[in-house]
């Protein structure tokens, strides 16, 4: 064997910061310093914020995007070293120098699959194997060459026996030799990556299983929802990644099958007119014509297929996590009650919620699909009345959620709560019910049943959508495109890391938030949360410095978590907060605790106020900015005034209505204000008060970038009352 020792990650020719030079278009110094915080273990928001003189000033974006770059590489790297072991053990002589140094040089999974894919236990033994034991090799070399050799000479009368069987294997050998020839391989890499003028399509059709179901087939209605996909064909350079979603998702449910077709591939074969001896070009044009058709295409086919798959998939994630992170920076409603409806067409579960959360009432009351039935409308007069008018509704948004709308757009209308501003909104049910039978939320409601908890959740959505929504799996959460069409695995990684992230750009209230928004704090992991919390019942926490006698917090962690962990003045410490014996500790508040600024950044801080002649408290007072903004600071000290300066950005709460409107009263060319909803590859789902959110297609959008939470004036373009659709336009 040509190698006895196992290779490490030294053997790739590259190292990492150079491949995230190039994948992120950063210089490869800024890549360098990035990649040693990443190596150190700091995590996306610590970086973005408090890193910003290392990173040369990256956004947020840059940031997570040379994370996730990072990430691949450093995965990158093992596969290759994986890949070099492996083949190390099974090849020999020149071929093994060639496929480790191919490898050395492999770049993504692509560069790695070509490579090891040449030197695949075969299932069968090829006819190019085959002439290898017959002792062919060398001719179909020679001929590969441009040398002259003697045919008929080969023939032995065994198995070799006429001129007819000798060109065949030769054919097999020297197409073999055509297909692995590295300008072949190169060729084909880059053919799979679409860097080509090749006409490449995207079909698909009908399955063969699907052309055989009847009306009445258990399946057979599938074949409606993929209709559009059954003689569907674009160009591949124009698909969009939700098309080739569906169309995965039709193959999935074998429905759909679909193809990559490419039309007149020669034409960038490299090796089309290589030299060979005239008295081989027919031959030589025969071979290449087999090697074409049976490998060069299918191989180009297939990598293309492969590229699409792995861009939508990755767009649907990134979806899906942007959503994330705009529903955990949503506004929470304040000083408010809430009466949240989890409805359905025999029972409506009903809850009603302090402006703190606190269940102060509860009921699974009879709904008649139209109607309250006398109880459960008693109950909700009465509950309006201790609110007073600082009242809303949340309202699910699954079965019988339009009817329970239109019956509370009823009663508002006929005065029945009493005089009052009195509004819903349509809360989103995804994850509740996972929720309600999880351990968390029988710990929470010992003595509620897993209904009621979810009508509790739906509520707490609109008062603290941030610490609600993180006790539940990101992936139940419903925010994204096709999520059920991409690797389970690698969403739930990148969710999970969003959520950590926008937890943390976010911060928490130390003293009060819970052991789920702890957790996800950078540099904390549930034993550490549990640590801070221990410590907060034994007296509150009154500075951010006293983290560090928590076990188990090392200096690294609490570097990490001090800047998202906000210690409000003892006065606001515990405003709103249900009354708790506690020990009095003697503590010197710190004020600088109550905002982002790091505390290795304090003395920095105090000195940029002292000379703006600025107090903390007065910091966003537009004067005040004036001053601070006007100073002549080094890049280090404009950090700092920057994070003083910063205020926290939110998405708006969700819309708020009287009624809803049924798509048949709607207008073709009526202007209304709507809220984003979601954001797809396709365009945004718009939530307008009606029964159904429209959608802005991204065709009707122009170049306007959109968020969860945003308003928008639209104007109806479309309806469909038939197929519950509603389209809209830009207003």
């Known amino acids: 064997m040509a190698h006895n020792t196992s290779l490490d990650v030294s053997f790739i020719e590259w190292a990492p910061d150079e491949l995230l030079s190039q994948q992120c278009n950063i210089s490869e110094d800024k890549a360098k310093r990035v990649c040693k915080l990443f190596d150190e273990g700091y995590e996306v928001a610590f970086v973005a914020r408090y890193r910003v003189a290392q990173t040369g000033n990256m956004t947020t974006d840059e940031v997570r995007r040379a994370h996730e770059s990072y990430k691949d590489i450093k995965v990158l790297e093992q596969k290759i070293v994986k890949a ?6 099974k090849v020999e002589g020149p071929e093994l120098v060639d496929a480790l140094k191919g490898l050395q040089q492999a770049r993504d999974n692509e560069d790695i699959l070509v490579i090891t894919q040449q030197f695949a236990a075969e299932k069968r033994v090829t006819k190019a194997a085959k002439a290898r034991e017959l002792g062919l090799a060398e001719a179909a070399q020679a001929i590969f060459q441009g ?32 297909n692995k020839h590295p ?24 399955s063969a299983k699907a052309k055989k179901l009847k009306p009445g087939d258990p399946n057979h209605d599938q074949i409606k929802h993929f209709e559009r996909y059954i003689n569907f064909t674009r160009n591949a350079h124009q698909v969009e990644n939700c098309q080739i979603l569906a169309l995965e998702r039709g193959a999935e449910r074998e429905i759909v099958s679909w193809k990559v077709q490419i039309k007149d591939a020669e034409r960038e074969h490299p090796l089309k007119r290589h030299p060979v001896h005239p008295s081989h070009l027919q031959f030589y044009q ?8 049976q490998s060069f295409v299918p191989k180009c086919q297939r990598a293309i297929a492969r590229f699409l798959t ?18 955990f920076s949503q506004q929470p409603l304040s000083d408010l009650h809430i009466i949240a409806l989890d409805p359905g067409y025999k029972t409506c579960k009903m809850a009603f919620l302090s402006p703190l959360g606190e269940v102060l009432g509860h009921l699974e009351s009879r709904f008649g699909g139209q109607r309250f039935f006398p109880e459960g409308l008693a109950h909700l007069k009465n509950w309006c009345k201790e609110a007073g008018s600082r009242c809303i509704f949340a309202v699910g948004d699954g079965t019988a959620s339009r009817e329970t709308q239109v019956e509370l757009g009823r009663l508002f209308n006929e005065k029945a709560f009493g005089p009052g501003d009195w509004k819903f909104c349509v809360v989103s049910e995804s994850g509740a019910s996972k929720y309600s039978v999880t351990p968390l939320a029988e710990a929470e409601f010992p003595d509620l049943p897993p209904t009621t908890r979810s009508a509790i959740s739906l509520g707490r959505r609109l008062l603290d959508p941030m610490g609600e929504y993180v006790k539940i799996e990101p992936q139940h959460l419903g925010m994204g495109m096709y999520q059920h069409s991409v690797p389970e695995k690698k969403l739930s990684t990148k969710l999970t890391e969003t959520v950590r992230e926008a937890v943390s750009m976010r911060g928490v209230n130390v003293n009060t938030a819970s052991l789920q928004l702890l957790q996800q704090v950078c540099g904390l992991n549930k034993t550490t949360a549990a640590g801070i919390i221990k410590m907060r019942e034994i007296a509150p926490i009154k500075r951010r410095a006293d983290l560090q006698k928590i076990k188990g917090l090392g200096a690294k962690s609490y570097e990490q978590c001090a800047g998202f962990l906000i210690v409000l003045p003892p ?20 004020p600088l605790d109550a905002t982002i600024v790091h505390p290795t950044q304090y003395e920095e801080a105090k000195r940029i106020l002292d000379k703006a002649g600025v107090e903390l408290e007065q910091r966003h007072q537009q004067e005040a900015v004036k001053k601070l903004t006007k100073l002549n600071l080094t890049p280090d000290e404009s950090v700092v005034r920057d994070l003083l300066l910063a205020e926290e950005k939110l998405v708006p709460a969700p819309l708020l209505q009287t009624q809803i409107r049924n798509i048949g009263s709607l207008k073709v060319g009526e202007r209304l204000s709507g809220r984003v909803q979601n954001t797809t590859d396709f365009g945004v789902f718009v939530d307008i008060g009606a029964e159904k959110s429209g959608l802005l297609h991204r065709s009707k959008a122009g170049q306007q ?25 830009l207003a």
Request: net charge neutral.
């Open 571 to 590: 006065d606001q410490a515990e405003a709103g907060e249900p009354a708790k014996k506690r020990k009095k500790v003697e503590a010197t508040y710190e």
């Open 84 to 89: 070099a072991n492996t083949l190390s053990q």
């Open 286 to 293: 025969t071979s290449f014509a087999h090697a074409l058709d």
């Open 705 to 729: 970038v959109f968020e969860v939470g945003q308003v928008v004036n639209v104007c109806i373009d479309q309806t469909d009352a038939a197929r519950q659709r509603i389209g809209l336009r």
């Open 147 to 178: 040398k002259a050799v003697r045919v008929r000479e080969l023939i032995n009368g065994a198995e070799l026996s006429d001129l007819k069987t000798v060109e065949t294997y030769l054919k097999h050998l020297l197409a073999d030799l055509i």
């Open 183 to 206: 300008e072949t391989l190169a060729m084909v890499r880059k053919i799979g990556q679409l860097d080509t003028r090749l006409f490449v399509s995207v079909v698909g059709e009908l």
């Open 310 to 327: 792995s861009r939508a998939e990755q767009a649907a994630i990134e979806c899906f996590a942007r959503n994330l992170r705009q529903l």
